[in-house]
Structure formats: C-alpha cells, structure tokens
C-alpha cells in the first residue's frame, strides 16, 4: 500500500524592484535560507518565482540587494524576534 503524499500547491511570490540586482523569497518553507530561492527578473522591473509548497502556514520575507523587504502586496504581517515584521502565505 503506497502512503499518502501530501498535495502540493504552486505559490507565486513577486516583487517589484527595477533597480535590483538580486532578489530571493526565504521563509520557514526553506529554512529561511537566503540563497536558496532566487526570483527571476522580468521586463518592467518585476522579480518572480513559483514555488511548490505543501499545505501549511509560512512566514517569509523578501531579501533584495541585501535587504530584507515585506511583501508590497496587502498581505497579512506577524512581528518577528527582529523588532520588524514576517508576511506570512497561508497554503490550503
């Protein structure tokens, strides 16, 4: 009998930044590693990537040109051990 795999949605995570060399998306679904996910660069300055994650709630946040950003989206925001604030993506 085959165990169960959990399904897996696709996530869009977006960020303009025109003048950016490198933008990455890191959160609890990667460890908050800061390289691990970097977002491609488009025309019209938008950086993109989709990611795979299973069901769950995560809290991640945008590292561009060294920086940690939040989601310019309106997205629901949670305060971190930093004194700043994580966004969080709610995947059902």
Excluded: H, I
């Excluded at 679904?29 to 994650?53: A, H, I, M, V, Y």
Aim: overall charge positive; glycine content about 8%; some cysteine.
């Amino acid at each position: 009998m085959r165990k169960k795999t959990a399904q897996r949605k696709e996530v869009l995570f977006e960020y303009y930044a025109p003048g950016a060399s490198n933008v990455y998306v890191a959160g609890a679904f990667n460890e908050w590693d800061r390289e691990q996910c970097p977002l491609q660069s488009e025309t019209g300055g938008w950086w993109r990537r989709k990611l795979k994650l299973e069901s769950g709630r995560y809290e991640y946040r945008y590292l561009v040109d060294g920086n940690w950003e939040n989601d310019q989206r309106p997205v629901v925001c949670v305060p971190n051990a930093f004194g700043t604030w994580n966004c969080v993506v709610e995947v059902s």
